[in-house]
């Protein structure tokens, strides 16, 4: 502002406010009240207990569970590093005293963990469209199927590198047990496919579904589990507000940059960079990956959303490629980013929880982050595995 002449604090202060006078930022807090409401209350142990008993007999069974589990409870509060540190206190312990490679078992559960911003209700998603103006319902749409394929290529993953992890010593797959966790568990796995098939439904909007998960979870959590109690919520409610916070102030600050980088014309001078690859769309979207990976390296994923995603968004719809496919695959490049050194946000988490040197978490995570950066980049290659699921849905 200052070299261009036209630094105001009025500018800032207004900006500021606006920044975070957006309703559809409401849903941040709620959805993070949902991941603390859930893990006290016992919702997140329930899903832990139906993978177990769907998929723990099998070899290396406590992985599967770990990312069925997290995809499950991404799908519920939508923060990598909330369901990241409840998955890995929920299973780590289990998973040591089951004679597993710990370090191994921190990087897949890590990975696992950054399906949460691909995946309706992410948080990330939220914050990416109210910056770039794209409609919050429809960016949910399109991340189920490829938050599937996500978790389909880590289990794939696991099952390559982890042949040599024990199986559990309750012997085989037992329906009746598998049969029990479920109608035990049943509030808890609820909680997605009312979220998710209200949306789809039109019966709320997203911050009307963020509040309805706090309402449905604080129920479950002291009516039905009962592990949560009336003396715990105000810490719960602080935990949830902490986190909320910090978003919410990045979030404020970038309308300030928002308004510069229009004002400075940067998505222009972007379009003119990138000039070259917007006649082939895959190169384009291609080029684009490689930037966010380094971006990514050094970044966090809130501040590379709200930095770059109002230049790109501008970039993708000139060269008529659809926003919602980009934001997608923005969001998973970016969620990919929390694994990756110096930075690494989630592997940070994992390596605190777990317990384990961070190094020996980052080589245990490298099979699992290449897993999911060549799913990027098949994505990139075959835009219909995206957008065809993602019209249906819509």
Not at 347 to 373: C, M, Q, R, Y
């Amino acid at each position: 502002m200052v070299q261009m002449q036209n630094f105001d604090t009025q500018i800032v202060a207004q900006n500021l406010i606006e920044g975070a006078n957006n309703y559809p930022l409401m849903a941040v807090p709620f959805f993070m009240l949902t991941g603390e409401l859930m893990n006290a209350g016992g919702l997140s142990k329930r899903i832990v207990d139906v993978a177990d008993s769907l998929v723990g007999h099998m070899r290396g069974g406590l992985g599967y569970v770990a990312i069925i589990t997290a995809a499950v409870v991404a799908s519920i509060s939508g923060s990598a590093v909330a369901d990241t540190a409840a998955v890995a206190a929920l299973l780590i312990p289990m998973m040591r005293s089951g004679g597993y490679n710990v370090p191994r078992s921190a990087g897949l559960i890590a990975a696992a963990g950054c399906i949460a911003p691909v995946v309706p209700p992410s948080i990330p998603m939220v914050v990416f469209g109210v910056t770039t103006q794209l409609s919050i319902t429809k960016l949910f749409m399109a991340g189920v199927f490829p938050g599937i394929m996500m978790a389909v290529a880590l289990a794939t993953t696991w099952w390559i590198v982890a042949g040599k992890q024990p199986r559990k010593n309750h012997g085989n797959f037992s329906f009746a047990r598998f049969v029990g966790t479920v109608k035990e568990g049943v509030w808890a796995l609820a909680l997605p496919i009312v979220i998710i098939g209200g949306m789809k439904m039109g019966v709320f909007t997203p911050t009307e579904a963020a509040a309805v998960a706090v309402f449905y979870s604080l129920l479950a959590g002291l009516v039905i589990y009962r592990g949560l109690k009336i003396r715990d919520i105000p810490h719960i409610m602080l935990a949830a507000l902490k986190t909320s916070s910090t978003i919410m102030f990045l979030v404020a600050a970038a309308m300030v940059s928002a308004w510069l980088i229009s004002v400075a014309d940067i998505p222009g001078q972007t379009v003119a960079l990138l000039e070259p690859f917007i006649g082939n769309k895959i190169l384009l979207v291609f080029v684009i990956m490689v930037l966010v990976i380094i971006v990514g390296t050094a970044l966090d994923l809130m501040p590379t959303v709200l930095i770059l995603g109002p230049i790109l968004v501008p970039v993708v719809k000139q060269a008529g490629i659809d926003p919602y496919y980009f934001g997608v695959l923005f969001l998973m490049n970016n969620a990919i980013g929390l694994l990756t050194p110096p930075v690494g946000t989630v592997l940070n988490v994992v390596a605190g929880v777990s317990k384990e040197n961070l190094d020996s978490v980052i080589k245990g995570v490298w099979p699992f982050l290449f897993a999911e950066t060549a799913l990027m980049f098949l994505l990139v290659l075959f835009p219909s595995l995206v957008t065809v699921p993602m019209k249906w849905l819509m």
